[in-house]
């Protein structure tokens, strides 16, 4: 399972950078394969352990802000490994 995923804190004012680190933090320290962007943060593994970084990592940013925005993008593929990987692969042979 692959999850794509965006934490937003609300009411801390326009500065996020802490409260997001706090969750970047969480999902680095899970062992999980993971990549975090501009926009998102994906990790790679298995439903429940996913779910769990997912869960720590807003209750994080939780600890700091009084609201928090959860968006969740996820490719639920039984059997799948090192799909961050083979996904770009694949799509690499097809460009240019």
Known sequence: M????SITPLGVGEGVAEPVARAVQ???ESGLPN???AMFT???GEWDEVMDVVRRAVDAVSEVAPRVSL???ADVRPGV???MTTKLQSLERHLP
């Open 2 to 5: 692959i999850v794509a995923f």
């Open 26 to 28: 969480v999902v680095r």
């Open 35 to 37: 990549r975090t962007d």
């Open 42 to 44: 994906t990790i790679e």
């Open 71 to 73: 968006v969740l993008k």
């Open 81 to 83: 490994t090192d799909g």
